[in-house]
T-cell receptor
C-alpha cells in the first residue's frame, strides 16, 4: 500500500519568514495530493491540493510543488503569520473508483511573533 | 464544500460497552469515510461507508469491532464495539463531494474509554 513520509515533524519560524514542509510517497500510481491544516482541538481543513498533471499550484501565501519523478511534494508558506501555527498533514491518494487517502505523520508549525 | 455534523461531540464510556457515532451531511455526497486520530497522531482510515452495501474496511479494522451503516447519501454511523482503553481516540467522518477529489471532515467525536 501507499506510504507517505513527512518532514520535519516540528518547525519553528519567525513571523514573516517562509516555511517549507516536505513529503514523499511510495506508490507511483498516486495522482492526488491534498494538504490539511489542523488547529488544536479542531477538525483538519483542506488548504490546498495538487493533481499529478500539475507541477505547482499557488493560493495567496501558500504554494505546493510536485515532482512525480522523485515522488515528492512540498508545501510552501510565505510571509508566515502567527495564525499559521498548526499541524499540517500531507496526503496522497489514487483517484477514481475506490479512493483511499493516506496521510503523512504531520508537521507542527510554530510561528513566533 | 458541505456542512458536516457529528454526534456525540465527546463521550466517556466504560470498557466492554459500545458507542454509536452519527455523521450527518447537509447535502448528498458520493463518498463517506471514517477515520481515527489518536492523540498527537495522524489520521488513519478505518473504512469507506458504502451506501446500500457493506463498508470497505482497511487493514487492521474489522466489521465486528467497527460496524458501519450508511442508509442514504447524507448519513452514516460508526459503532465502536466492546470498547477498551486502547479505543480512546478522536473519530472523524469525512465526505467527498460530487466529482471532486476533495475530502472534508466533520468536527470529530472525542472518545475516552475508562
Amino acid at each position: 500500500g501507499e506510504n507517505v513520509e513527512q518532514h520535519p515533524s516540528t518547525l519553528s519560524v519567525q513571523e514573516g519568514d517562509s516555511a517549507v514542509i516536505k513529503c514523499t510517497y511510495s506508490d507511483s500510481a498516486s495522482n492526488y495530493f491534498p494538504w490539511y491544516k489542523q488547529e488544536l482541538g479542531k477538525r483538519p481543513q483542506l488548504i490546498i491540493d495538487i493533481r499529478s498533471n500539475v507541477g505547482e499550484k499557488k493560493d495567496q501565501r501558500i504554494a505546493v510543488t510536485l515532482n512525480k519523478t522523485a515522488k515528492h511534494f512540498s508545501l510552501h508558506i510565505t510571509e508566515t503569520q502567527p495564525e499559521d501555527s498548526a499541524v499540517y498533514f500531507c496526503a496522497a491518494s489514487i483517484t477514481g473508483g475506490y479512493q483511499k487517502v493516506t496521510f503523512g505523520t504531520g508537521t507542527k508549525l510554530q510561528v513566533i511573533p | 464544500s458541505a456542512v458536516i455534523s457529528q454526534k456525540p461531540s465527546r463521550d466517556i464510556c466504560q470498557r466492554g460497552t459500545s458507542l454509536t457515532i452519527q455523521c450527518q451531511v447537509d447535502s448528498q455526497v458520493t463518498m463517506m469515510f471514517w477515520y481515527r486520530q489518536q492523540p498527537g497522531q495522524s489520521l488513519t482510515l478505518i473504512a469507506t461507508a458504502n451506501q446500500g452495501s457493506e463498508a470497505t474496511y482497511e487493514s487492521g479494522f474489522v466489521i465486528d469491532k467497527f460496524p458501519i451503516s450508511r442508509p442514504n447519501l447524507t448519513f452514516s454511523t460508526l459503532t465502536v464495539s466492546n470498547m477498551s482503553p486502547e479505543d480512546s481516540s478522536i473519530y472523524l467522518c469525512s465526505v467527498q463531494v460530487g466529482l471532486t477529489y476533495e475530502q472534508y471532515f466533520g468536527p470529530g467525536t472525542r472518545l475516552t474509554v475508562t
